[in-house]
T-cell receptor
Framework: DTEVTQTPKHLVMGMTNKKSLKCEQH?????MYWYKQKAKKPPELMFV???????INESVPSRFSPECPNSSLLNLHLHALQPEDSALYLC????????????????FGEGSWLTVV | AQSVAQPEDQVNVAEGNPLTVKCTYS??????LFWYVQYPNRGLQFLLK??????LVKGSYGFEAEFNKSQTSFHLKKPSALVSDSALYFC??????????????FGGGTRLMVKP
């Protein structure tokens, strides 16, 4: 089983709202990632968690706040977003930590489509 | 710094014909190369990867890829295309740890259109 589950699939939020995206995996992976993808573009890395600790923040604005409550769960808290933040948000995971062997496959979820109005 | 190039924005092929989606890379040391496919309104699905060993790697859905070190290429191939193969394909490379060299670097993507 190589499943990464993301909820919700679709989210529409106003610029003053607070919402969260959720991600879950039960593969025992210890590295989890958030990516942002605009239409017809490659995914862009936002955050990396390794053994439940934030290891990489790719200079993401503070209106995006990640959280890793345990080794299976990853959240992305959203607050005061802008319309340009509308995108597909992809969660991913890989075996071992983020500094583990580079040959480890990164598995992606189906994504959460976010629209900011 | 590592990088990946997919020189074709779109590849058109007739159903039943062979297909090739091109990828070239630049990375220090031995590369770890991946292909992902993204169907419309879906996430990325892992197709195959090259780590070491045989230069011809076989993956899901009948796809294969050939690693060519001298040409720094990792082209995706399939002997007989299906209409259902129409999707967006991403080549990616992971470099050498530590630091961000261990992260995936994606190419710009190639849209494959298979026509009946």
């Amino acid at each position: 089983d190589t499943e990464v589950t993301q909820t919700p699939k679709h989210l529409v939020m106003g610029m003053t709202n607070k919402k969260s995206l959720k991600c879950e995996q039960h593969m025992g992976h210890r590295a989890m990632y958030w990516y942002k993808q605009k239409a017809k573009k490659p995914p862009e890395l936002m955050f990396v968690y390794s053994y439940e600790k934030l290891s990489i923040n790719e200079s993401v604005p503070s209106r995006f706040s990640p959280e890793c409550p345990n080794s299976s769960l990853l959240n992305l808290h959203l607050h005061a977003l802008q319309p340009e933040d509308s995108a597909l948000y992809l969660c991913a995971s890989s075996q071992g930590g983020a500094a583990g062997p580079s040959g480890n496959t990164i598995y992606f979820g189906e994504g959460s489509w976010l629209t900011v109005v | 710094a590592q990088s990946v190039a997919q020189p074709e924005d779109q590849v058109n092929v007739a159903e039943g014909n062979p297909l090739t989606v091109k990828c070239t890379y630049s990375v220090s040391g031995n590369p770890y190369l991946f292909w992902y496919v993204q169907y419309p309104n879906r996430g990325l699905q892992f197709l195959l990867k090259y780590i070491t060993g045989d230069n011809l790697v076989k993956g899901s859905y009948g796809f294969e890829a050939e690693f060519n070190k001298s040409q720094t290429s990792f082209h995706l191939k399939k002997p007989s295309a299906l209409v259902s193969d129409s999707a967006l394909y991403f080549c990616a490379v992971r470099g050498i740890p530590p630091n961000a060299g261990n992260m995936l670097t994606f190419g710009g993507g190639t849209r494959l259109m298979v026509k009946p």
